[in-house]
């Protein structure tokens, strides 16, 4: 922690990371992205809360197949990190701005910001769609990464490297969530 990377070294971890973290954990999109935006870049919040303020969104609101869960994951990420209270708050004008710039990067790169429509070619197919939303789910990060770190490039000073460019498997995590329990 505290070492000084390249901005893109920086959003590429952190899209790298919530993409392991996706998989091995067994996360949803908008769990994987507040969790490792949250600890990656110094959110504030505990693991725990990270990942169970997500967990309403999956699926698109609770599997309401609305807007994507990685969408909103990303935007609530961003609030957590630049939002009002936090030590790099934005204004409420230029968090709008944040949050629209958000959304539409990621309405511009997948031409939809709807759960059902991004997985309807994957019906069927569990592994595939997991494999797409995956992808989606990193997508999401990159984007709220790049943002938090336009707006306020100083927090790349102070971001996890440790924690971000971990790399785990699905047994470390079986691992881990069993520690929990001991």
């Known amino acids: ?44 919040l505990s693991d725990d809360m990270a990942r169970r303020l997500g967990a309403g969104f999956c699926g698109g609101m609770g599997g309401g197949e609305g807007v994507c869960g990685a969408l909103s994951g990303a935007v609530a990420a961003l609030g957590l990190i630049l939002g009002p209270g936090q030590r790099y708050a934005l204004p409420k004008a230029k968090m709008r701005r944040a949050a629209k710039q958000l959304h539409d990067s990621f309405l511009n790169a997948l031409r ?30 990159e984007i709220c990464a790049r943002i938090i770190l336009d707006f306020r490039p100083a927090l790349a000073n102070g971001a996890d ?10 047994v470390q995590a079986v691992i881990q969530k069993m520690g929990t329990f001991f």
Do not use: W
């Open 1 to 44: 922690m505290g070492e000084v990377f390249s901005k893109e070294s920086l959003i590429q971890a952190i899209r790298q990371r919530t993409e392991n973290y996706y998989h091995v954990h067994g996360l949803c999109c908008s769990e994987a992205i507040l969790f490792v935006v949250n600890k990656g870049l110094g959110g504030g």
């Open 112 to 141: 939809s910001t709807s759960c059902l429509e991004l997985s309807a070619p994957f019906v069927g197919d569990r592994k595939a769609r997991m494999k797409s939303c995956q992808g989606i789910t990193g997508l999401g990060a």
């Open 161 to 170: 490297f440790d924690f971000l460019n971990r790399r785990e498997n699905k």
